[in-house]
């Protein structure tokens, strides 16, 4: 069993800035992919971006040039820096990680609120 912890939660005024992190209970290289989701109210959870173990990085459209993910193995965490923030990235944001054995586990949500 893994255990996430996710900082927050946040709030931010349009434009603005904010960086979530993830804790995992076991080291950083027993994952070969960790990423972020969101979910809105009303939404259905989407990908926000996820990062390899080969250190490639997807990102969904709405978070590219804005967004930017990253692992550190060592200190078992994985990162997102959000940058131009918009009210509708206003959402409850999971940590997500997917072990070699190809068992996931989320995190508990922590709340991103981007409103002036």
């Known amino acids: 069993q893994v255990q996430l912890v996710e900082s927050g939660p946040g709030l931010v005024q349009p434009g603005g800035s904010l960086s979530l992190s993830c804790a995992a209970s076991?080291?950083?290289?027993?994952?070969?992919?960790l990423g972020w989701y969101r979910q809105a109210p009303g939404q259905e959870r989407e990908l926000v971006a996820h990062?390899?173990?080969?250190?490639?990085?997807i990102y969904a459209d709405s978070a590219k040039g804005r967004f930017t993910i990253s692992r550190d193995n060592a200190k078992n965490t994985v990162s997102l820096q959000m940058n131009s923030l918009r009210p509708e990235d206003t959402a409850v944001y999971y940590c997500?990680?997917?072990?070699?054995?190809?068992?996931?586990?989320w995190g508990q949500g922590t709340q991103v609120t981007v409103s002036s």
């Open positions: 990062i390899r173990s080969t250190g490639s990085a």
């Open positions: 997500y990680v997917c072990d070699w054995g190809g068992h996931d586990y």
């Open positions: 076991k080291s950083g290289s027993s994952f070969f992919l």
